[in-house]
């Protein structure tokens, strides 16, 4: 089985200048675990929901909430994003996909065309909705 047979094709991707705000709100709304970065069309890097939760102060938005809590919301994505994230061509198969998750510990692999344009997105729930068993 090849990747473009399980990607998701239809992939939301935030500039490198969008905020923190911004990136989270989508992440929430959308239901997303993974944003990629891209600068003019390219892939640059990627954002989890994790490094989201690792970086903004959980004291935003509560009775405490300090000025530099709020500081924490004005980070760039090119601050906080996974540079040089790796990724996979949509010809790939799967079980690349597979053992290059479990062997550096990923849950999500861009796919990319020859111009390192996002295409695509496998993530671990995307291979398991797809296992055959």
Known sequence: M???????????????????????TLLQNRGFHHLPVVEQ???????????????????????NEQTRDLDTLNRAAHQVMTRQPITVK???????????????????VPVIDDDEAVIGIVTWRDLISHAKF
């Not at 069309?41 to 939760?53: A, E, H, N, P, Y």
């Open 2 to 24: 090849l990747v473009q047979d399980v990607m998701v094709k239809e992939v939301v991707c935030v500039e490198m200048d969008a905020r923190l705000p911004e990136v989270k």
């Open 41 to 63: 069309g390219k892939l640059v890097g990627i954002i989890s929901d994790r490094d989201i939760l690792r970086l903004v102060s959980p004291f935003v938005g509560k009775v």
């Open 90 to 108: 949509a010809n790939a198969e799967v079980s690349d996909v597979v053992n290059w998750m479990l062997k550096v510990s990923i849950s999500c």
